[in-house]
T-cell receptor, first 115, second 114 residues
Framework: EPEVTQTPSHQVTQMGQEVILRCVPI?????FYWYRQILGQKVEFLVS????????KSEIFDDQFSVERPDGSNFTLKIRSTKLEDSAMYFC?????????????FGEGSRLTVL | AQSVTQLDSHVSVSEGTPVLLRCNYSSSYSPSLFWYVQHPNKGLQLLLKYTSAATLVKGINGFEAEFKKSETSFHLTKPSAHMSDAAEYFCVVSTNFGNEKLTFGTGTRLTIIP
């Protein structure tokens, strides 16, 4: 069964460092998403991406964050200068169609720890 | 605005007994509602979804949920729990107006007692 894969599974970084989290969505999917879950809190929407541009983003997704689809398979989330409060589990997801008609397929998550 | 409230952070049931995980929602528009499950060290998997069709929705692994507009509820049930059902369950809402943002509940951890 096709699945969304994320790397790394766990990354530890120093505050102020840049981090790139990588995702390989399911190959025939057109919509891509990042969500995050701070320990003990709700899963929160960060950003959605379609046709090589951001289609929606939350207030969390400030100038420190960026997303990119550098080639035909990868979808990345970059945090330019990490802060302690960026420590969270980051989930990538993809879907064939718009979320309210289709199903989002999530990866297993990348745990980011900022020291 | 939209939100979901999962009324129980932790539910324990014995194997073979019924499961009930409670969820109430709030939405300004006609909602789409979902239940996702997360097994340890796994991604989030869709169990079932309601998108304004039949109010009783059947999902995978014997789970089902009923949309009750008058009670603003979308409780998840299963007649007989299995050990493999032990996981974290998330109730999720979105609107039907092309809003791509899913709003998650805080999750309910289901423990199955042998």
């Amino acid at each position: 069964e096709p699945e969304v894969t994320q790397t790394p599974s766990h990354q530890v970084t120093q505050m102020g460092q840049e981090v790139i989290l990588r995702c390989v969505p399911i190959s025939n999917h057109l919509y891509f998403y990042w969500y995050r879950q701070i320990l003990g809190q709700k899963v929160e929407f960060l950003v959605s991406f379609y046709n090589n541009e951001i289609s929606e983003k939350s207030e969390i997704f400030d100038d420190q964050f960026s997303v990119e689809r550098p080639d035909g398979s990868n979808f990345t989330l970059k945090i330019r200068s990490t802060k302690l409060e960026d420590s969270a589990m980051y989930f990538c997801a993809s879907s064939k169609g718009r979320m309210n008609t289709g199903e989002l397929f999530f990866g297993e998550g990348s745990r980011l720890t900022v020291l | 605005a939209q939100s979901v409230t999962q009324l129980d952070s932790h539910v324990s049931v014995s194997e073979g007994t019924p499961v009930l995980l409670r969820c109430n929602y709030s939405s300004s528009y006609s909602p789409s509602l979902f239940w996702y499950v997360q097994h340890p060290n796994k991604g989030l998997q869709l169990l079932l979804k309601y998108t304004s069709a039949a109010t009783l929705v059947k999902g995978i692994n014997g789970f089902e949920a009923e949309f009750k507009k008058s009670e603003t509820s979308f409780h998840l049930t299963k007649p007989s729990a299995h050990m493999s059902d032990a996981a974290e369950y998330f109730c999720v809402v979105s609107t039907n107006f092309g809003n791509e943002k899913l709003t998650f509940g805080t999750g309910t951890r289901l423990t199955i007692i042998p």
